[in-house]
């Protein structure tokens, strides 16, 4: 019991970068075909996805907003704090997948970031890096990867308590499992003196509730103003990996004015 | 050989004209914000302060262009009854949505830092929401259609790199596709949005 337990508690957390929740993003129709400059992704178990939505939303509202809103109640300080020591540790996935994408720059700001959050920084809580010219970089995880590599988004589909994926990004999180992810390594599959099970889980939950707790207006916004919450947050999702697998920085450059253009000529 | 010469002048001078009036996006959005800033931190009511940012809105959002580009494909299926039905719907639910998601906001600092020229049509404007205690810097850049110098016009914005013209177009269309395409289950899910 305590194994599944277990399993359950890693998939759930591993996964808490998803936790944009019912929350965050969407669009569809599978197959990588590129449409109007973004890749049309297939919702391939649409109603169950629905379900899951709502259930989902059921969760939020009962314990992640709620948890969300008490961590508000907290100085800045102490926010910023807990986001700086919880961006610090994203670095051992992102470090790996700057080099497996081949930005080779990127992969060595972050490991000279981490390296001096970690000791001068105090385990990150300070972004002490940024004082020397080394600013904060992009995370990059191994959906990313496989979405550079030339890998398909696949179908999207909604994850229960996770949230929106697709089968690329769900792949991704699972390396994390096998290896990919050394702070998974050293508190639940190495279990050191040092660190235990529960330091990893407490970690993401955390993950969880910061990036709740930055976007609890935005999402109250979304709710409010969306005449399908599911659509609008399959939409966001989509878009926000579309750009991220891109590395995409620039507005311009994930604009495609062929609706628009379309729209003018008629 | 006057009458060419007189058109070269009215041209040129039309052409000066246009230069002269011509609008800056830029100078567009920091109008729109600050009037907007100084809306939302006046002392009144919430009504008077919808009815201010929806005549903003009205002025200096091209809304019948964003209505048809949401319809996506369905806005070749439509007749020109459903389109006109349609426009009205859309114009009362983007103003309704647009305020309310403004008017909880005191006093949004929002900052233009560049604009880039795409092309004749549009220019997109860079700009920052900044950061407050409760939560970080929000990049927000604003999609101008320019055809008419004159009078430039808001099209979509985009938040964080996402598109909110473009969730608003996958938003509607997984309503009609839903209901097999009929374009009256959204005329119906806007109407009871308009009555909520």
């Given at each position: 019991m305590n194994k599944y337990l277990s399993f359950l508690l890693i998939i759930l957390f591993t996964f808490?970068?998803?936790?944009t929740f019912a929350g965050d993003d969407g669009k569809l129709k599978l197959?990588?075909?590129?449409?109007n400059g973004y890749i049309e992704v297939s919702d391939c178990f649409e109603k169950v996805n629905r379900g899951v939505f709502g259930f989902n939303q059921v969760l939020d509202k009962a314990i992640f907003r709620p948890l969300a809103k008490g961590y508000r109640m907290f100085p800045q300080p102490i926010r910023s704090g807990t986001s700086n020591a919880l961006s610090n540790l994203g670095n051992v996935v992102t470090i790996p997948n700057n080099f497996l994408q081949g930005q080779f720059k990127d992969a060595g700001i972050n490991s000279a970031r981490f390296i001096i959050n970690s000791t001068l920084g105090i385990a990150g809580i300070f972004d002490v890096a940024s004082y020397y010219g080394l600013q904060k970089r992009d995370k990059e995880d191994y959906g990313q990867t496989l979405g550079v590599w030339g890998a398909g988004p696949g179908c999207y589909f909604v994850l229960p308590v996770l949230g929106p994926t697709t089968i690329r990004d769900s792949l991704g999180s699972l390396v994390n499992l096998v290896g990919g992810d050394a702070w998974y390594n050293v508190t639940v599959?190495?279990?050191?003196q040092y660190f235990s099970e529960a330091d990893y889980y407490v970690s993401r939950l955390m993950s969880g509730i910061d990036f709740r707790a930055k976007n609890l207006e935005s999402f109250d916004s979304l709710e409010n103003s969306s005449v399908d919450l599911y659509a609008s947050v399959r939409s966001l999702y989509l878009q926000d990996r579309y750009r991220k697998v891109r590395n995409i920085d620039k507005t311009t450059e994930t604009l495609s004015d062929d609706d628009w253009e379309e729209l003018d000529n008629q | 050989m006057n009458f060419i010469k007189y058109l070269i002048i009215f041209l040129f001078l039309i052409n000066i004209n246009s230069t002269l009036f011509a609008k800056d996006p830029s100078s567009l959005i920091n109008e729109i914000v600050d009037e907007a800033a100084s809306i939302l931190s006046s002392e009144d009511p919430v009504e008077s302060k919808i009815i201010k940012l929806n005549a903003i809105a009205e002025r200096s959002v091209d809304i019948n262009g964003i209505g048809m580009y949401t319809l996506g494909k369905y806005r070749k299926s439509i007749n020109e009854e459903q389109k006109s039905k349609y426009q009205k719907l859309f114009r009362s639910y983007f103003l309704k949505s647009f305020s309310s998601r403004l008017v909880d906001y005191t006093n949004p600092r929002i900052n233009v830092v560049s604009q880039k020229k795409i092309n004749d049509k549009y220019t997109i404007v860079n700009s920052v929401l900044e950061a407050t205690s409760k939560r970080p810097q929000v990049k927000i850049d604003w999609r101008i259609y320019t055809k008419n110098p004159d009078r430039p016009l808001i099209r979509d914005l985009i938040v964080e790199g996402l598109s909110l013209a473009r969730t608003q177009k996958e938003e509607f269309n997984s309503i009609i596709q839903n209901n097999d395409g009929d374009i009256n289950a959204l005329f119906k899910t806007l109407e009871e949005f308009l009555i909520k």
């Open positions: 808490t970068n998803n936790i197959n990588g075909s590129e449409s599959v190495n279990d050191t | -």
